[in-house]
């Protein structure tokens, strides 16, 4: 039940200005579009691939999709990020790995697939990417772990509150918001935030918005 690689590529356009309404994603070959995916010049076809390929939610795209999180584009990475969090739980144990990977772009896309996934077995990896030496990688570990909303999880964030890297502390804090309970420490780091739009999601997590 394969389409032909020109049938797909003439999709990826429909895809581009929003004329997909719907598509019998049964009828699309994994072969095809995994070869898409690791193969098109094109890198909208490359990210169509990978959109297809989590809406499958079949747990043999996680190869394939994880390869991509090394593309060159950051459309592509961004699409198979998602495309790993619509396949689910079945990627987690993949992903996290991934998340000591040289490359802090991998890094980050697999701390945010995790968070989209919202699988507490990778909250532990999530905790220790918050003392990740690139500050994209901290920000994006915290946000999934507000995703998560795992108490265990509280006392790390609340030491983000301290991060040099503004968005981190304010993803630390909208993080801390969710879960609940670290009220004290959101209070404390309110005081001395030099940042505005932290202060909003501090207060925003302390329910003073």
Request: aromatic content about 2%.
């Amino acid at each position: 039940m394969l389409i032909t690689l020109s049938r797909f590529f003439a999709t990826s356009s429909l895809r581009e200005e929003g004329e997909i309404t719907c598509m019998n994603q049964e009828k699309i070959g994994e072969e095809a579009l995994t070869l898409a995916l690791g193969g098109a010049e094109d890198a909208r076809i490359r990210r169509m691939s990978s959109l297809l390929l989590g809406g499958t939610g079949d747990a043999a795209a996680t190869g394939p999709l994880l390869a991509a999180l090394r593309d060159p584009a950051m459309a592509v990475r961004a699409e198979a990020a998602r495309a790993l969090a619509a396949i689910g739980s079945p990627a987690v144990t993949a992903l996290i790995p991934v998340l000591r990977d040289p490359d802090w772009r991998l890094r980050y896309r697999a701390a945010e697939a995790l968070g989209l996934i919202g699988d507490r077995r990778a909250v532990g990896a999530l905790v220790r990417a918050l003392s990740d030496e690139k500050d994209h990688v901290r920000y994006m570990g915290a946000r999934a772990l507000g995703l998560i909303a795992d108490p265990a999880a509280g006392d790390a964030l609340a030491r983000v509150l301290g991060d040099a890297n503004p968005p981190a502390r304010k993803a630390a804090a909208w993080a801390l918001g969710e879960i609940g309970g670290h009220e004290a420490a959101l209070r404390a780091a309110l005081e001395g935030e030099p940042s505005g739009a932290v202060r909003r999601a501090i207060r925003d997590a302390l329910g003073q918005g």
